[in-house]
């Protein structure tokens, strides 16, 4: 979608060509102000449709990241307005999909502290990947060191490459984060690791998930303490309601008293047992924390094929391997799962290939030892030896 930033003696505009045909947005944009959108005025010339959008006083998001001391809060309260205004087209029966989630397109007010963007009919992509992408652009340009933003955007990014991952779920997310306040220090998330010559950041994403201190002592000691004491006092309770009585006698039904609390006893029991976080077979912590799962960790190395380059060693996984170069950027994953060493292209402006055979975007393709790997200009034999046990 081209776009140009002009200025005149009123103020600065951006414009953005259209479709020639009419689409009922023009109207609505045209004649009422929508909160979230940049305020428009529709232009035609020589036949062609423009659209000129009002920053004046405002700044890109594009020059905001390149600040580089933006934070996690400003980058939540970010998204949280991006998906209302996704919300806002659907009230108004558009489409939510033709909300434009670039870096050019995005523009924040500061007086107001909102941001605001535009409404494309043309331009049609999903909120999961748009939003994937320009997480990748923060990337390029956050403080590394800055432990609660790393954290908030790799695990966003991460919840954006799943196949069934809707705009409610990065809100939910985004909810999650913002009332967990987890300390950064408790976090674990990859640290910067120096990037092989030719390659760019080097980023690692391996999800497990920590529980919450309070969550924790709920499910760990106070709940199957319920359990356990509400098993032992309703046999009580029934027997004083004469529940065991015997019908001529008076005189309590020893029997029937012992069975039913030998069930209500199992019953329970079997309560503490399910409830004990380590026996539900369930993770219901909130924050995801990144680090190495692995026990049994196979060691890689990528060997270049020409003498002028360097080895190629993989310290962890996942390993993202990122290079760039006049013909265009390449960014691969090296993981494991479950033994096996896989590649992984994301989406690369290059061809990635292995054994000379071209990857698919975000499919998981098995490497053995020996193998060829070119990514980019770059070609590689990849040579996997034996496992390394990790404590």
Not at 32 to 52: A, S
Not at 74 to 88: G, P, W
Not at 222 to 247: H, Q, S, Y
């Amino acid at each position: 979608m081209q776009c140009e930033v002009i200025q005149d003696g009123t103020g600065n505009y951006l414009k953005v060509r259209g479709a020639e045909r009419e689409v009922i947005s023009d109207r609505m944009f045209l004649y009422q102000e929508i909160p979230g959108f940049l305020p428009m005025e529709l232009r035609r010339i020589n036949g062609e449709k423009e659209y000129v959008f009002n920053i004046s006083g405002r700044l890109s998001l594009k020059k905001f990241l390149d600040r580089e001391n933006f934070s996690r809060t400003e980058i939540q309260q970010m998204f949280r307005q991006i998906f209302d205004m996704a919300d806002s087209m659907e009230e108004y029966l558009l489409d939510s999909r033709s909300v434009v989630i670039q870096e050019e397109f995005l523009y924040l007010d500061p007086g107001r502290e909102r941001w605001e963007g535009i409404y494309h009919e043309d331009h049609k992509q999903g909120t999961a990947q748009a939003v994937g992408y320009l997480l990748e652009a923060i990337m390029e340009k956050m403080n590394q060191e800055d432990r609660e933003l790393v954290f908030f955007i790799y695990g966003m990014h991460k919840l954006t490459r799943g196949a069934d991952c809707t705009r409610s779920m990065l809100r939910e997310y985004i909810t999650e984060e913002m009332s967990a306040n987890i300390p950064a220090e408790n976090r674990e998330i990859p640290e910067a690791v120096p990037a092989a010559p030719g390659t760019g950041t080097v980023s690692v994403l391996t999800p497990q998930r920590r529980k919450l201190p309070w969550l924790w002592f709920i499910r760990g000691r106070f709940l199957p303490g319920m359990i356990l004491a509400a098993g032992m006092i309703l046999p009580i309770i029934l027997w004083r309601m004469g529940m065991f009585r015997l019908p001529v006698s008076g005189g309590t039904d020893w029997v029937k008293a012992a069975g039913t609390a030998l069930f209500f006893l199992g019953v329970s029991g079997y309560g503490v047992w399910k409830t004990l976080p380590e026996h539900d077979g369930k993770e219901k912590g909130v924050p995801i924390c990144y680090r190495e799962e692995e026990r049994e960790r196979k060691r890689v190395c990528l060997i270049p094929q020409t003498g002028d380059e360097e080895v190629l060693p993989i310290p962890y996984f996942p390993y993202r391997i990122r290079m760039a170069d006049r013909a265009g950027h390449s960014a691969v994953n090296i993981l494991q799962e479950a033994g096996v060493v896989m590649v992984m292209d994301e989406e690369s402006g290059q061809a990635v290939y292995h054994n000379e055979r071209r990857l698919s975007a975000w499919h998981k393709t098995p490497l053995e030892d020996g193998d060829l790997l070119r990514i980019g200009g770059h070609e590689y034999v990849v040579e996997i030896t034996q496992p390394e046990y990790v404590m």
